[in-house]
T-cell receptor
Framework: AQSVTQLGSHVSVSEGALVLLRCNYSSSVPPYLFWYVQYPNQGLQLLLKYTSAATLVKGINGFEAEFKKSETSFHLTKPSAHMSDAAEYFCAVTPARNNNDMRFGAGTRLTVKP | NAGVMQNPRHLVRRRGQEARLRCSPMKGHSHVYWYRQLPEEGLKFMVYLQKENIIDESGMPKERFSAEFPKEGPSILRIQQVVRGDSAAYFC????????????FGSGTQLSVL
């Protein structure tokens, strides 16, 4: 079975600082990994995805994530936080491209201080 | 994503009543997914439907829960005889091709059972 663990339910950074949101996965087969963002009172939006191509994946709004098989990690980073990045971020894994059993992490709430 | 419409936004029910949650997918999308998010937990897959068909309901509780996606009209998630443990945020997502990586989410329905 596949699963993801997000380390840290709340992360707080200052505006302009590095953002690092951690996600570790468990999968018996090569995984497809995703990061979603949820802004207040909105649905989830896809930030980026890893589907076995390049290990460094670039997404929207300056975010990127690196797939590290040796560490079973898919951490999300952004060099410089902006106030508008404040949101809830979810890591997700699915074992195959058309598998409906997408497993989500518990989420990490990012706060950006001025 | 504003394209997937869920209503109501908030729903309050007393124990034993029925809850009906509605989801209108994005225009042209014929694949609908329902997820449930319990407090401090990630989203958990419930059911995957195409027009008039249930494709995968492996995440759906065996009793009291049902879902449909008729030829005309929104998808409905129905919970009969609600209990306090049903209190959660219920998210609907739609896709054009039935591929999880191309999911578009609604803003969710927050169900509170008194």
């Amino acid at each position: 079975a596949q699963s993801v663990t997000q380390l840290g339910s709340h992360v707080s950074v200052s505006e302009g600082a590095l953002v690092l949101l951690r996600c570790n996965y468990s999968s018996s087969v090569p995984p497809y990994l995703f990061w979603y963002v949820q802004y207040p009172n909105q649905g989830l939006q896809l930030l980026l995805k890893y589907t076995s191509a390049a290990t460094l994946v670039k997404g929207i709004n300056g975010f990127e994530a690196e797939f590290k098989k040796s560490e079973t990690s898919f951490h999300l980073t952004k060099p410089s936080a902006h106030m508008s990045d404040a949101a809830e971020y979810f890591c997700a894994v699915t074992p195959a491209r058309n598998n409906n059993d997408m497993r989500f992490g518990a989420g990490t709430r990012l706060t950006v201080k001025p | 994503n504003a394209g997937v419409m869920q209503n109501p936004r908030h729903l309050v029910r007393r124990r034993g009543q029925e809850a009906r949650l509605r989801c209108s997918p994005m225009k042209g999308h014929s694949h609908v997914y329902w997820y449930r998010q319990l407090p401090e937990e990630g989203l958990k897959f419930m059911v995957y439907l195409q027009k008039e068909n249930i494709i995968d309901e492996s995440g759906m509780p065996k009793e009291r829960f049902s879902a449909e996606f008729p030829k005309e009209g929104p998808s409905i998630l129905r919970i009969q005889q609600v209990v306090r443990g049903d209190s959660a945020a219920y998210f609907c997502a739609s896709s054009l091709q039935g591929v999880p990586e191309k999911l578009f989410f609604g803003s969710g329905t927050q169900l509170s059972v008194l």
